[in-house]
């Protein structure tokens, strides 16, 4: 629906959330132009679902920190919060968890180390444009079309 479009409708309720998390994203990006995306696996939510690496930013943590963690946790690379380039985020909601979830994505060209799936994920580079036929979680499917330019 179009912002003028909604004008026109009386002005909604705010849903019911009972949780705010801050998680944040890293949109590795390799020197052909794809962009590394990682399925959750098994035995988690929303497992079989692709993503962008990335995860919970802890208590007193910093969005760039925790990215950095994640990546050496998730994927065995080293990074440093200099290697990030915030360029987009996501504001989404799991209405089925009742769940608000704030996401900023960072781009990050240098990285030391191969990515290897440390946690049992799935892994695969893709373009911008291949993004749209695979089975992304909701959240990040508004990222896309940023990718698509920055790339």
Same mark, same amino acid.
Request: proline letters at 9%; hydrophobic letters at 40%; a negative charge.
């Given at each position: ?42 035995? !988690? ?32 690379? +080293? ?44 892994? !695969?580079?893709?373009?911008?444009? +291949? ?6 979680? +909701?959240?990040? !499917? ?10």
């Amino acid at each position: 629906m179009s912002c003028e479009s909604a004008l026109e409708l009386p002005a909604p309720h705010p849903p019911l959330i009972q949780k705010h998390i801050l998680v944040v994203a890293a949109a590795l990006i390799d020197s052909d132009g794809r962009v590394l995306c990682t399925q959750r696996p098994e035995g !988690k939510w929303l497992a079989g679902q692709w993503e962008f690496p990335g995860g919970k930013v802890e208590q007193n943590e910093l969005p760039e920190f925790a990215l950095m963690r994640e990546l050496r946790e998730e994927l065995g690379i +080293e990074t440093r919060p200099t290697c990030f380039m915030p360029i987009s985020f996501i504001s989404h909601i799991y209405e089925d968890k009742k769940t608000h979830v704030l996401m900023p994505l960072y781009a990050c060209r240098a990285w030391d180390g191969t990515p290897q799936a440390k946690e049992g994920q799935g892994m !695969k580079w893709a373009r911008p444009q +291949e993004m749209y036929q695979m089975d992304f979680v +909701e959240a990040d !499917k508004p990222l896309f079309n940023v990718l698509s330019e920055y790339v």
